[in-house]
């Protein structure tokens, strides 16, 4: 069955700092990746997607991803974080089947 | 505003009393998804939908039923309300199998 895996439950950063989320799926074939925030007390909003391509996918507010094939990852990055980055960040996956499979969830939060 | 909207916001049900939620979409959207949310837990699908007059099960579709009886609503039920299904519960759709998803504002659902 496919899934994606999000290791890091909770991350503390201080304004200014680099993120690095981890995403990890376990299908294989051709592979549909999204990541998607969560804003406190609000729904769930697209932040990017990758489909197929360039494997370094650029994003809203500053968020980019790289879909590294070979370790099955797809890492949410972003050089500087803001106080208002604070937020709940889901990896979601889709392969064969039709709907999307979503990770557990990293909650970051920024410190101003 | 085109989007994805979910009645009611919140509820408060007594353990073994039904109650139906409602997610409509303007968008012309062929799929449509349940997903319920809770904590350390990512999203988890419930029931989804891939046109009108279709719906299929998900990861953790027990306890629940739905329908899909026009394009623009999928219905989800509860019979017999348990505190199990205490959680906040996402609706989502997509115009394809290959797009992201738009996700509604959810309904938190408390069962005493």
């Known amino acids: 069955a496919q899934s994606v895996s999000q290791h890091n439950h909770h991350v503390i950063l201080s304004e200014a700092a680099s993120l690095e989320l981890g995403c990890n799926y376990s299908y294989g074939g051709t592979v549909n990746l999204f990541w998607y925030v969560q804003y406190p007390g609000q729904h769930l909003q697209l932040l990017l997607k990758y489909f197929s391509g360039d494997p370094l996918v650029k994003g809203i507010k500053g968020f980019e991803a790289e879909f590294i094939k070979s370790k099955f990852s797809f890492n949410l990055r972003k050089p500087s974080v803001q106080w208002s980055d604070t937020a709940e960040y889901f990896c979601a996956g889709r392969g064969s089947a039709r709907q999307l499979t979503f990770g557990s969830g990293t909650q970051l939060t920024v410190l101003p | 505003n085109a989007g994805v909207t979910q009645t009611p916001k919140f509820r408060v049900l007594k353990t073994g009393q039904s109650m139906t939620l409602l997610c409509a979409q303007d968008?012309?959207?062929?799929?449509m998804y349940w997903y319920r949310q809770d904590p350390g837990m990512g999203l988890r699908l419930i029931h989804y939908s891939v046109g009108e007059g279709t719906t299929a099960k998900g990861e953790v579709p027990d306890g629940y039923n739905v329908s899909r009886l026009k394009k623009q609503n999928f219905l989800l039920g509860l019979e017999s309300a348990a505190p199990s299904q205490t959680s906040v519960y996402f609706c989502?759709?997509?115009?394809?199998?290959?797009?992201?998803?738009?996700f509604g504002s959810g309904t938190r659902l408390t069962v005493v």
């Open positions: 989502a759709s997509s115009f394809g199998t290959a797009d992201g998803y738009t």
């Open positions: 968008m012309n959207h062929e799929y």
